[in-house]
């Protein structure tokens, strides 16, 4: 499937979404995440069906819905700004999707009941649904997703873009425990790396109309296919160093990093612009004279609570090193890091190889 918005798309750059294919597993949590204009909102309208690919298919449980509108396709939606009626209570706004669907008085009432209490909404069932808090706001119009049991999946855009800051990771928690309790498909768009390592067992990172890398967050922290992921996920992001790739190894400022052959091999055979990627808190220190170990000149310590976080030079490049609590280093130092092979990626093009 892919998109592009305008009439005769000829080159890449003409699609706000590159070709993909993906599958996304019933009762799954997943988030697409990457910067402004990466496509993530085309996509989520594409599973919706507000809009249409201009190639491609879109199946739900194996049939195609590519040309159904959104109110056939058994989805809900959750907007950045919550629709919500004004003068129904709580309670029939919950219960909408439900009496639109012609379900009975009884099972609407123990619906609304359960999603309520979920929600911690009990208390205000009763109350107008106007001059509500925006995050009261959002938990309905999540409620009125969660109410329908034949919903294939809950489609949320930013939802908590307008919600206050501090109740903002409650409102997280409260639906990573929806979704643990209920195991409602979940597909939720956002920019923030917190929220969407967090809230997802999926994370979908997208980047210029493309899928980067789907995995846990996990996956991507610790084996992130793409340069994009390494520095785009991870607080600091991944340090990622030009190198050059020799018999044995590779090189970085002249100093021998080891490398197992064959990326080595693949890195020679596929050719483009190298880079050595190793997260910041998986460099290690270790003693002046362990093998392969590479110095570098501290230029900075900064301290950040639980750790340390010290940036330092190796010839001309800059690195971000995760120092423990205890760890004496002070800018003006100089130290020998050593980069496990566990830990350490070697990037062809901006892709992994290693
Ligand atoms: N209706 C449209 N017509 C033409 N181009 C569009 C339209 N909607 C989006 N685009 C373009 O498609 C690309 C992807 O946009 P999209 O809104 O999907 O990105 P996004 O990742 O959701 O960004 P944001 O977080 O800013 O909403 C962008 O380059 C955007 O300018």
Same mark, same amino acid.
């Given at each position: 499937m892919a998109h592009a918005y305008g009439p005769a798309p000829t080159s890449d750059k003409d699609y706000a979404l590159r070709p993909l294919d993906l599958v996304w597993e019933d009762g799954g949590a997943y988030a697409l995440l990457g910067p402004s204009g990466c496509g993530k909102t085309t996509l989520l309208n594409i599973i919706s069906g507000l809009l249409r690919p201009s190639r491609g298919q879109v199946l739900i449980n194996g049939v195609?819905? +590519?040309?159904?509108p959104p109110q056939e396709r058994n989805i809900a939606q959750v907007f950045q700004f919550p629709v919500i009626y004004?003068?129904? +209570?709580v309670a029939e706004n919950l219960a909408f999707p439900l009496r639109n669907r012609g379900l009975g008085k009884a099972e609407t009432h123990a619906r609304v009941e359960e999603v309520a209490g979920l929600l911690e909404l009990t208390p205000d069932l009763k109350r107008r649904a106007s001059g509500l808090s925006a995050d009261m706001r959002q938990r309905i119009s999540l409620g009125r997703g969660l109410v329908r049991k034949d919903v294939a999946a809950i489609l949320l855009d930013e939802p908590l873009t307008v919600i206050d800051p501090h109740v903002k990771w409650l409102l997280r928690r409260k639906l990573k425990q929806v979704h643990e309790s209920l195991r409602v498909t979940l597909v939720y768009v956002t920019h923030d790396q917190v929220e969407a390592l967090t809230l997802a067992d999926q994370v979908v990172v997208m980047n210029g109309g493309r899928v980067v890398q789907m995995g846990t967050p996990q996956e991507l922290f610790e084996r992130p296919a793409d340069t994009f992921v390494g520095y785009f996920i991870g607080s600091p992001g991944m340090n990622l160093l030009p190198c050059t790739v020799e018999e044995g190894g590779v090189v970085v400022e002249g100093q021998r990093v080891p490398m197992a052959p064959e990326a080595c091999a693949k890195a020679r055979a596929e050719g483009g612009e190298l880079r050595l990627g190793i997260r910041p808190e998986f460099l290690r220190r270790v003693p002046e004279g362990t093998p392969f170990a590479v110095r570098v000149e501290v230029t900075q310590v900064e301290d950040l609570g639980r750790h340390r976080l010290a940036t330092a030079r190796l010839g001309t490049q800059v690195l971000k090193v995760r120092l423990a609590e205890e760890e004496r280093l002070a800018a003006g130092e100089s130290c020998w890091l050593e980069f496990p092979g566990q830990w350490t990626t070697l990037y062809v093009g901006g892709r992994a190889v290693s």
């Open positions: 195609d819905v +590519t040309a159904e004004d003068t129904m +209570t």
